[in-house]
């Protein structure tokens, strides 16, 4: 059901430009909306999280430790650009994912460090546990065997239980048999599937319990009945080598941001938005430009001896600094 939420209007954001004032709310409104206007085709030809754009294909990705993939997007906003009118504002972003190709029971073994799933039976430790906490919420689907289910599950934590060892209520509908079963058994009688491993942490989601090694992380989205990618982003805090490993991937010199935010609006293509143009909006590809001189960069005098940066640092190796005079 759709509701009316408020009414604009566009000519105050027309007039104010054109008189070069200061936006009042009601021209702000316009500018909200319009942003809605213009992110709303992207979203569906685009991976989406928050209101940055990643591209299906091609994708750009560096695996880090096995479990992380770093992925560039792009942003995009409309401003008001003064005595120019309105810009889009669309800029590179860079985002840190879990690898979507893994099983989960392959991700907790290379979270934890320990060389096979089944070393994964003894009883954790609580520094153990605290690492696996970083996997809640992530949403993931369940393959027994060649059987796979499009319904997606949210990862609402794992329990000390293992499916060998977890027992609940089970009734055979073509016996009429109420009986308590394990999961590995529920799985082998079910889907006719042996666990290769029943010791491992079962995965619980909601009131229902899961083996590791059958559930995968999300590389899909469900909707409607169609399966799209769909990475999920990493939300804890990062160590400090993944973070310098981010930092290094995500810069750029000016040049290649320049080439790949100009990949990104071919990309979008606003001017065959069929949105943008229900509502008469023409977007130029063109780069706005901006008149600017360079500026002779500063010295530093020490003492006699007089620096100039060059290469955008000052190198003041062998310049000695004046001799300070010690208060008392």
Request: hydrophobic share 40%.
């Amino acid at each position: 059901m759709i509701e009316k939420s408020t009414t604009f209007d566009l000519k105050i954001l027309e007039r104010s430009i054109r008189q070069g004032q200061q936006l009042p709310n009601a021209a702000l409104e316009g500018i909200h909306f319009l942003n809605h206007l213009i992110r709303e085709s992207p979203s569906k030809r685009f991976e989406t999280r928050n209101k940055v754009y990643f591209c299906s294909a091609p994708r750009v990705e560096w695996a880090i430790d096995k479990v992380f993939e770093i992925r560039h997007g792009f942003v995009q906003s409309i401003r008001w650009g003064g005595l120019d009118g309105l810009t889009v504002n669309l800029d590179t972003t860079t985002a840190i994912c879990w690898d979507p190709t893994l099983n989960i029971a392959a991700l907790v073994q290379r979270i934890l460090q320990i060389a096979s799933p089944t070393k994964i039976t003894s009883p954790l430790s609580d520094n153990q546990w605290a690492k696996l906490k970083k996997l809640r919420k992530l949403s993931f689907w369940v393959k027994y065997g060649n059987k796979s289910n499009a319904k997606t599950h949210i990862i609402d934590g794992f329990v000390k239980h293992s499916a060998r060892t977890k027992l609940f209520g089970y009734t055979d509908r073509k016996k009429g048999i109420a009986s308590q079963i394990s999961v590995e058994e529920y799985v082998h009688k079910c889907y006719n599937l042996r666990l290769k491993f029943p010791n491992l942490p079962l995965i619980q989601s909601k009131k229902c319990f899961f083996p590791m090694e059958v559930c995968f992380l999300c590389p899909v989205r469900v909707i409607l009945v169609q399966l799209t990618e769909q990475a999920q982003r990493y939300l804890e805090t990062l160590d400090s080598k993944t973070n310098g490993l981010l930092i290094q991937l995500a810069t750029h010199d000016p040049r290649m941001r320049r080439r790949t935010i100009e990949a990104n609006v071919a990309n979008v293509a606003w001017n065959s938005d069929q949105v943008l143009r229900e509502f008469g909006i023409e977007v130029t590809n063109a780069p706005v430009k901006s008149y600017a001189r360079v500026l002779p960069p500063p010295t530093l005098t020490f003492n006699k001896e007089v620096c100039t940066p060059s290469g955008g640092k000052w190198k003041l190796d062998g310049i000695k600094f004046h001799e300070a005079s010690l208060g008392k």
